[in-house]
């Protein structure tokens, strides 16, 4: 009796003790899983464990049939696979494991969508600028950044934009790697693990931290635009966007003139209907920064106004952001402004108005793709995390806010719209770029029933000004809107899908069109 009770505690203390050392051995995961450098066959995947561990990530079309296999075989702390043969414009779910154990993901929350090759498919980008406020902290967030973060995911829940744009500044004081856990990572990992996230660098993320080890940005054209060779400044496509990530903190002669060669030559190139540029130093600013004084930034602003506009202006750039100014500050249509604010005059404006449809109308361009000196809108968004005061009275500008937010873009087919959410989910701005402006509207009021004895769906919608046509489109999945199947005469507004399977879920959009081309995509309607 008395040898059974010893034999079984030994066997209880060996359990415990091996269970013990399985613990000590075990890898946590300490940052991540994000996604970085999209394609439309690829994505990269990065996390952090505490412990030198093998990379190995699962992937594939649905939560529970992950066939796919991406790993790195040498064990590390800090871990970067590459997902290949990505199929574009396709949901695909993702887990990490080590050791045949799931660190993390599996779940609806580590999901993405493969980028778009070409089409003008509509979607959404989430920008944030000087927002690192919590990287002054050491726990816990920052009130200001986790309020513009959680009023922006209340309108707009993570996974339902693709592209997380970081305009500077990311984390502060100097943008170390501790700074960019505390005020990057921790902060916004909801968002990483399911959107691929664009960055620049602002004068707080100094080169010699943690800037670029913990960012795998295209240095060779892979997710469209030219090679660059370099991670200082890069360019991307998205859908019919084509987005220039420009370095204004290195100041550097040599820099400068390689990226002023590169910028010519990829704006040159890109066919795509949008232009967008962003980078930290804004040309025009009365906030916390003055742009007026060639001292400010080291003349930083100067330099981008005077070198790099007109370069952008002469290949039709539609959208410019940035961010260093704590404030919010939005311009008019303007072009050809690069002197100080003194010089600013109704000849700048190409277009006038607020650019608000319900306000003083969209501001338009007369076709797609690129127009030499067509105009553009500047913002300035760099109150995601904090505001400074400033005189805010740039006479370019049409709104000037001294208020928390950050900006939602919302590109669709030939329009283009963005809002400044606020702090508490208000939209304190909005405007709007028509490019073709004779194509219809985009259609209103659509309606799906089902006919339960046939399954089939009824579709209705509203008359778009300007349409002559209309065409339906059937999608199983909710990110895209599927194929045609069905085109109907100016002033039909319904249609009877009677290829519908009962039981199963669609989504269902609308597009009017005219001799002048196609419109935008209605919202999609499930049924």
């Known amino acids: 009796m008395v040898a059974e009770m010893v034999r079984s505690c030994c066997a209880a203390f060996i359990a415990l003790l091996c269970s013990s050392v399985q613990l000590a051995y075990a890898e946590t995961i300490t940052r991540g899983p994000y996604l970085q450098r999209g394609t439309p066959t690829s994505v990269v995947v990065r996390w952090r464990t505490d412990t030198p561990v093998e990379s190995i990530v699962?992937?594939?079309?649905?939560?529970?049939?992950?066939s796919l296999v991406a790993k790195a075989a040498e064990q590390r702390t800090?871990?970067?696979?590459?997902l290949l043969g990505l199929t574009p414009h396709t949901k695909y779910y993702y887990q990490v494991k080590t050791a045949g154990r799931v660190s993390a993901g599996g779940d609806e929350e580590h999901s993405f969508v493969s980028s778009p090759m070409g089409g003008d498919e509509s979607f959404k980008i989430w920008v944030v600028g000087d927002s690192g406020s919590s990287g002054y902290l050491e726990s816990g967030e920052d009130p200001g950044q986790a309020a513009v973060r959680d009023a922006f995911l209340a309108k707009y829940p993570a996974g339902s934009f693709p592209l997380f744009l970081m305009l500077g500044d990311n984390a502060y004081i100097t943008g170390t790697d501790a700074e960019?856990?505390?005020?990057?990572?921790?902060v916004y990992q909801r968002v990483m693990r399911s959107s691929v996230t664009w960055p620049t660098q602002g004068n707080h993320d100094l080169a010699g931290n943690a800037y670029y080890s913990v960012f795998t940005l295209p240095t060779k054209g892979e997710s469209g635009g030219l090679s660059t060779g370099t991670e200082h400044y890069y360019s991307f496509d998205y859908s019919n966007v084509h987005c220039i990530s420009l370095n204004s903190e290195v100041a550097t002669s040599s820099l400068r003139s390689s990226m002023l060669l590169w910028l010519k030559e990829d704006l040159a190139a890109h066919r795509k209907d949008w232009t967008i540029a962003f980078w930290h130093h804004p040309p025009y600013t009365k906030g916390s920064h003055d742009s007026d004084d060639s001292r400010d930034s080291d003349g930083r602003m100067e330099w981008m106004r005077q070198t790099v506009l007109p370069l952008l202006e002469r290949y039709g750039v539609d959208l410019v952001l940035s961010g260093h100014s704590h404030s919010y500050e939005r311009s008019k249509f303007i072009e050809g402004h690069h002197g100080d604010s003194s010089t600013f005059g109704s000849s700048n404006v190409k277009v006038p108005g607020d650019g608000r449809e319900d306000g003083q109308g969209a501001y338009t361009k007369d076709s797609l793709g690129s127009i030499p000196r067509s105009g553009a809108v500047f913002a300035v968004a760099g109150s995601s995390g904090?505001?400074?005061?400033?005189p805010l009275n740039h006479p370019a500008m049409v709104v000037s806010l001294k208020r928390l937010g950050s900006m939602v873009l919302d590109v669709n087919a030939n329009e283009m719209s963005a809002k400044m959410i606020g702090a508490k989910g208000e939209v304190e701005d909005s405007f709007t770029i028509r490019k073709d402006p004779k194509r219809p509207r985009i259609v209103k009021g659509v309606v799906v029933t089902q006919i339960r004895e046939s399954g089939d769906r009824v579709v209705s919608w509203g008359e778009a000004p300007h349409a002559t046509a209309y065409r339906v489109y059937r999608s199983s999945v909710p990110y895209s809107r599927g194929v045609e199947?069905?085109?109907t005469g100016a002033g039909v507004v319904t249609y009877r899908d009677k290829l519908a399977k009962p039981g199963v879920s669609y989504y269902y959009s609308i597009r009017a069109e005219n001799d002048a081309g196609m419109g935008p995509w209605s919202v999609a309607v499930e049924k």
């Open 485 to 487: 199947i069905a085109r």
């Open 78 to 82: 800090e871990h970067e696979v590459t």
């Open 386 to 390: 904090k505001v400074s005061a400033g």
């Open 58 to 66: 699962h992937y594939g079309l649905s939560k529970t049939s992950l």
């Open 180 to 186: 960019y856990q505390q005020g990057v990572f921790n």
